[in-house]
């Protein structure tokens, strides 16, 4: 008897619900690919591409039209003899430099065992070798910066790669930038010069809304679900609470792909509502545990002694007495205590998190105060702390208290 047995009667294709899934359609998004189209005419032309700039939320399709859009372009090229085109996509994330961003693409082209290291050159030399790199391929290139953020103010490429041209560093290639980002204000940070150039043709994406959503997942589930594999109703429900919280179609998807394994671990024959339900409240979690993953020590040290004041149920708790909470703490783990105000500025972190919530009270003369309690399930709170403080006996203690007051 087989231990792992083959389960497919909700999913029929599960990796299309998937990040690295390419879509064969694009919905809801005929606006932003006429004038995205337009952007990109001029290569077909035969003339310079215009130089594109791209944002919009987490979620809302710029990658996906945008690597649609080079699809077809690239397809239709072939028509014309005379346009050579060639597409160079880079993820900024992790490169957060020019620099960075020049080694890479001067890596992306040249061959295997011929890349440069990634340390040591003066910068403008990195950018001669992308040049000459650029100029023996030839043509037309565009070149992708996907979550182009991440640059930072370190953005001298941003000015220097569209201008190769006029500056005579590049003789017969036509180099196209284009830029995505979902932080709005990197557009306003950067220098006029490099707006100028960057963002020469300029596209924003929305949000979605709720039926778009829907159409969305339809046109999804179509290709990842079985025909009877999911309910009337499921649809609209993922798409309606994504568009409630953020109006990502990556946040839709995630949750029916969730909502569909919750089905699957139980036997059920098809996703229900109660499987989005329970979906819904597992990526929550998953977001917030992640939030406190990141936090810094005192960070933790804020947040456990409002666990701590959890357990004994006197929240909502005054900073003040949070505060002599959190010197306990950092004495009990030998680390040094931040005074009263930095306590402040992390328990507002943590309430910008959504792992916090406060409420403010009049208090007279004295001004106004806040008090704070946990936004998250108390377990887990506790559990995300509990990994990483060197205070197992505290967080036990903690536990035994909640215990005793019935606080889960
Ligand atoms: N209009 C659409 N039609 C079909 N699928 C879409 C559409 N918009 C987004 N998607 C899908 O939603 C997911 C997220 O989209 P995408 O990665 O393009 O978002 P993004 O705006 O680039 O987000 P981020 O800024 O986080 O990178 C992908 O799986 C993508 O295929």
């Known amino acids: 008897m087989p231990r792992f047995e083959r389960k497919q009667n909700i999913f029929r294709n599960k990796d299309a619900l998937g990040e690295s899934y390419q879509p064969e359609r694009i919905e809801e998004r005929d606006d932003e690919i006429e004038a995205y189209m337009d952007a990109l005419q001029p290569i077909i032309d ?33 028509e014309y003899d005379d346009v050579d085109l060639s597409v160079l996509s880079v993820n900024c994330k992790t490169l957060n430099s020019s620099y960075q961003v020049a080694v890479e693409l001067v890596n992306t ?33 565009v070149i992708v910066l996907d979550e182009i953020d991440s640059i930072g103010d370190r953005d001298e490429l941003l000015y220097e790669l569209p201008r190769a041209r006029s500056n005579g560093y590049l003789e017969t290639t036509k180099v196209g930038l284009i830029g995505i980002s979902n932080d709005f204000k990197f557009r306003e940070q950067l220098d006029p010069r490099v707006q100028d150039t960057l963002c020469e043709r300029e596209l924003q994406f929305p949000p979605y809304e709720a039926s778009e959503l829907t159409n969305i997942l339809e046109s999804r589930a179509e290709v990842a679900i079985t025909e009877d594999g999911c309910d009337g109703g ?17 946040q839709a998807l995630d949750l029916l792909r969730l909502a569909g394994e919750v089905a699957e671990n139980n036997d059920d024959d098809a996703i229900r509502e109660h499987h989005v339900d329970q979906a819904r409240s597992k990526l929550e979690q998953e977001r917030v545990e992640e939030g406190m993953r990141e936090l810094t020590t005192h960070g933790r040290l804020a947040l456990l002694a409002v666990v701590s004041k959890a357990a004994k149920e006197s929240t909502p708790c005054r900073t003040r007495e949070l505060y002599q909470e959190y010197e306990a703490l950092c004495e009990s783990s030998g680390t040094d205590s931040l005074a009263q105000r930095s306590v402040h500025n992390h328990l507002s972190d943590l309430r910008m998190l959504g792992i916090l919530s406060a409420k403010e009270n009049r208090s007279g003369s004295r001004g106004n105060y806040y008090s704070y309690e946990l936004d998250v399930p108390f377990s887990s709170a506790v559990d995300a702390m509990a990994d990483v403080l060197y205070l197992d006996d505290e967080i036990e203690t903690i536990r035994d208290i909640a215990r005793m007051n019935s606080v889960v």
């Not at 215009?50 to 699809?71: E, M, Q, R, S």
């Not at 295997?112 to 037309?140: D, H, M, N, R, W």
């Not at 993922?238 to 109006?247: E, N, Q, T, V």
């Open 46 to 78: 035969g003339w310079e591409p215009n130089n594109v700039f791209l944002y919009g939320n987490t979620g809302v399709g710029k990658t996906a039209v945008t690597d649609f859009l080079l699809d077809v372009l690239q397809e239709d090229v072939t």
């Open 234 to 250: 499921v649809l609209n429900l993922c798409a309606a609470l994504a568009a409630r919280d953020s109006g990502s179609a990556r």
């Open 109 to 141: 082209l040249r061959p295997a065992g011929a890349e440069i290291s990634t340390t040591g050159y003066p910068q403008q030399t990195v950018f001669k070798k992308l040049y000459s790199e650029l100029e023996a391929l030839g043509g037309t290139v």
